[in-house]
C-alpha cells in the first residue's frame, strides 16, 4: 500500500499569481479579514490516500487484452538447438518446440544460419507468434496461424548496397588501424591477400602508412549482414604506392583488381598457404622420414604452425577431393587449372560447408593445421602438381604468372571505371585519416 501526502497550502500557491491578485483585490475590495487560526489548522493538516495497485496477473491481462507484443533478436550460436535459441529468446510455448522438433528442416537451417541473426515475435506470456533467421538474403520463417497451430515459409529479403570510404593511418599494428577505423575484417583481409605476393605486411609496413580503401556493404533491413566487397585501394607503404581497383570484364563478367595501367594486381598464386610460419621442411628428393627413419623422397613443403592455423588455396579452383588419406590424414586437394593442382595434408579440420565439387576463391580458408596422419608435430604438408607431377612450389612462386592484362576495348571501360575509382581514393586525401596508436 502506498501513501500519497498532499499539503494544501502548496496546493494553493500553485494557483499562481495571477489569481493570488484576484484574490487580494477581491479581499481589499470587500474589507473580508485574513484566514483565522482555526481556518490554518485545517488547511495545514495532512492528506492521507490509499492508493491499491491492480494484482500483477490482472494487469498482464490488461495489457494482453491490447495486443502487446515483445519482439527480442540474438545470434545464433555454432552449436545452438532450437530449445536453447528459443530459452536466450524468452519463447515460452510448448506447441512451438513440439512443432519445431518435427520438422525435418530445422536443425539444417540451423546450422547454415550460425553467426546469423534470429528476430521472435511473443504475446506476453511468452508464446511465439513469429520467428525469423537470417542468412544473408534468405529469410526462415515460423508463424502462428492459430492456437497450436504453425506454418513455415522462406522469403527473398530485399537488400540495399552502401559504399563505404576509409582513410587509415597505420600506427603500431596494421591490422589493429584497419579494426579502429572500422574496416570490417573481410576487406582487410582481401587487401593483404592482393598485396602479399609484392609486399611482406611484418616487414614492410610500419607506423606512419597510409590505406585508402572504398568497398561495398550490402545490408538488409538496415543490418550489416557481412557481405562485402572491395572496389577500390591505395596501399603508401614507405617510398612505395600499391594501388588496386575492381573492373568486371564487359564480355566474360569476370571481376579482377588492375593497376592505373589495366595490369592485373592479383598473382597467378599466393606466396604461402599460411600467413606468418615458418617452413619447417623443404621439398627434396632425399631425407630421412621423421617416424620411420629411412630415406624418402619429400615432395612438398611442411610449414610448422600452431594447431588450429587457417589454411588457405594459395588460387582459385575447384575441390577435387577432401577427406581421410592414410599418411596425410585429413587432405585437400583443389585443382587451378588444365595444368596446375595442390594440395594441403594433416589437417586437423576443415572449413565450414567445404565440399568436394566447390568453388574455392584464392586466399579462402579451406582448412585448419592438425597432426592428422603421419605427423609427429602440429604443421602444414603442402604439395604442387604441374601435369600430375610434383615440383617444388618454390620455383612456382618464384614464376607467379599474372592474371591477363587488360586490352582494346575492355582497356578503354577500364580507364573510365578507375578514372572514377582512382578520383574518389585521392578525395580522401583531403578528410581526417583514422590512426590507431
Known amino acids: 500500500m502506498r501513501r500519497l501526502i498532499l499539503r494544501r497550502p502548496e496546493r494553493l500557491w500553485t494557483l499562481g499569481p495571477a489569481v493570488f491578485g484576484v484574490m487580494m483585490a477581491a479581499i481589499t475590495a470587500f474589507g473580508l479579514s485574513g484566514i483565522s487560526e482555526a481556518e490554518s489548522r485545517v488547511l495545514n493538516q495532512q492528506v492521507a490516500i490509499e492508493i491499491r495497485p491492480e494484482s500483477l496477473e490482472h494487469q498482464m491481462k490488461a495489457l494482453a487484452a491490447h495486443g502487446l507484443e ?39 537451417v540451423l546450422r547454415t544460419s550460425a553467426g546469423q541473426t534470429a528476430l521472435v515475435r511473443t504475446d506476453l506470456e511468452g508464446r511465439l507468434l513469429r520467428l525469423q533467421l537470417l542468412n544473408k538474403l534468405d529469410a526462415w ?22 559504399i563505404e570510404h576509409r582513410s587509415v593511418q597505420v600506427g603500431r599494428s596494421f591490422y589493429g588501424a584497419m579494426d579502429e577505423a572500422g574496416v570490417p575484417e573481410a576487406i582487410t583481409e582481401q587487401v593483404v591477400t592482393l598485396f602479399e605476393s609484392d609486399l611482406d605486411f611484418r616487414r614492410q609496413v610500419s607506423s606512419g602508412d597510409i590505406v585508402r580503401v572504398i568497398y561495398e556493404n550490402q545490408l538488409v533491413g538496415g543490418r550489416d549482414i557481412g557481405a562485402y566487397k572491395l572496389l577500390a585501394v591505395r596501399f603508401e607503404a614507405g617510398q612505395k604506392t600499391y594501388e588496386a581497383l575492381y573492373f568486371e570484364h564487359p564480355e566474360t563478367r569476370k571481376g ?11 598473382r597467378g598464386f599466393l606466396a604461402e598457404p599460411l600467413r606468418y610460419t615458418r617452413m619447417s621442411s623443404g621439398f627434396t628428393t632425399y631425407r630421412l622420414h621423421p617416424l620411420f627413419g629411412d630415406p624418402r623422397a619429400h615432395r612438398g613443403v611442411d610449414y610448422a604452425a600452431p594447431y588450429g592455423t ?20 585429413n ?28 568453388n574455392i576463391t584464392m ?13 609427429t608435430g602440429p ?3 603442402y604439395e604442387f602438381r604441374v601435369n600430375g607431377r610434383h615440383v617444388d612450389p618454390s620455383r612456382i612462386i618464384a614464376e607467379n604468372p599474372q592474371v591477363p592484362s587488360l586490352a582494346g576495348s575492355a582497356l578503354k571501360s577500364f580507364e573510365v571505371a578507375a578514372a572514377d575509382l ?14 590507431a596508436q
Open 141 to 162: 520463417i515460423v508463424e502462428r496461424t492459430g492456437e497450436g497451430q504453425f506454418t513455415t515459409r522462406t522469403a527473398r529479403l530485399g537488400s540495399e548496397m552502401r
Open 363 to 375: 586466399g579462402e580458408v579451406i582448412g585448419f593445421v592438425g597432426t592428422t596422419g603421419w605427423a
Open 70 to 108: 515483445l519482439t527480442r533478436e540474438d545470434e545464433v550460436r555454432k552449436n545452438d538447438s532450437f530449445e536453447s535459441l528459443l530459452e536466450r529468446l524468452g519463447v515460452e510455448d510448448r506447441d512451438a518446440r513440439q512443432y519445431l522438433r518435427k520438422d525435418a528442416r530445422t536443425a539444417a
Open 379 to 381: 604443421h602444414l604438408h
Open 422 to 435: 582512382r578520383g574518389r581514393l585521392s578525395l580522401l586525401d583531403n578528410v581526417n585519416t583514422a590512426r
Open 310 to 329: 587457417p589454411v588457405r588455396s594459395v588460387a582459385d579452383g575447384v575441390v577435387v577431393s577432401k577427406g581421410w588419406s592414410t599418411g596425410y590424414g
Open 256 to 266: 579482377n583488381y588492375y593497376d592505373a595501367q589495366g595490369r592485373s594486381v592479383k
Open 331 to 358: 587432405t585437400v586437394e583443389i585443382k587451378h587449372n588444365e595444368r596446375y593442382s595442390t594440395l594441403y595434408a594433416h589437417l586437423s579440420d576443415y572449413a565450414p560447408k567445404l565440399a568436394r565439387g566447390k
